[in-house]
């Protein structure tokens, strides 16, 4: 039986207008998912809902067993730092360090050791010692990636990860994503256009509407 490590109920948000309401969801260890929907729709809002960033105006998310906006502002801090991995388009890496020294960053805050063999799939190994800016913008996605992973999340949340990656790489991506959840007892939760990424994943919720629907 597998964990269950995001549990959303009822979830309401909007700012001038509502964007949604009465979202439920729930993501089990080896899960996948992931939310699609047109622009504007609140994809990513929903998606910084679920990983800590903004309190719902109206429902309750519990992570990992505890309900998350009820925790003090230092535990939700612990969560983000150990727990939880995010995952943008745009990879927001230091440019004036290696690639190496910013995977770093997250390992050392994290307690963690970058795993030779995660770079290796990723095929960035043979450019640790490149400052970013040397990088090309794939390289940089994928040293991103490599980031997050090095610090062993338990949920992992993508927002487009692959929306600057040609199709190969978005595949290669993809695929170190699932082997982590499954090697990791982890789950993925991804907000994409690509539906080569959609067809990977074991669910899919269409957001329109101002609700939340599994496609079936």
């Known amino acids: 039986m597998f964990q269950t490590l995001l549990h959303a109920t009822e979830i309401s948000h909007g700012f001038d207008t509502t964007l949604f309401e009465n979202v439920d969801l729930t993501l089990h260890e080896r899960e996948s998912a992931a939310i699609v929907g047109r622009s504007g729709s609140g994809k990513s809002t929903l998606l910084h809902i679920f990983s800590t960033f903004i309190e719902p105006n109206k429902g309750?998310?519990?992570?990992?067993?505890?309900?998350?906006?009820?925790?003090?502002?230092?535990?939700?801090?612990?969560?983000?730092?150990?727990?939880?991995?995010i995952i943008f388009q745009f990879h927001y890496l230091f440019k004036g360090m290696s690639a190496m020294e910013n995977i770093e960053?997250?390992?050392?805050?994290?307690g963690e050791e970058v795993d030779p063999r995660l770079l290796e799939k990723l095929e960035i190994a043979d450019v640790m010692e490149q400052k970013i800016g040397e990088l090309s913008g794939g390289q940089q996605q994928r040293v991103s990636i490599a980031r997050v992973l090095s610090k062993k999340p338990r949920m992992i949340f993508a927002d487009e990860p692959t929306g600057n990656l040609d199709t190969e790489t978005a595949t290669l991506v993809m695929d170190v994503l699932m082997d982590y959840i499954h090697t990791h007892d982890?789950?993925?939760?991804?907000?994409?256009?690509?539906?080569?990424?959609?067809?990977?994943?074991?669910?899919?919720?269409?957001?329109?509407?101002r609700r939340l629907k599994e496609q079936l």
């Open 105 to 110: 960053v997250a390992t050392i805050l994290s």
């Open 60 to 85: 309750k998310v519990t992570l990992f067993g505890k309900e998350l906006y009820t925790q003090s502002t230092s535990a939700i801090e612990m969560i983000r730092r150990y727990e939880i991995g």
């Open 186 to 209: 982890a789950a993925l939760l991804l907000v994409t256009h690509d539906e080569s990424l959609v067809e990977r994943c074991d669910t899919v919720y269409r957001l329109e509407e």
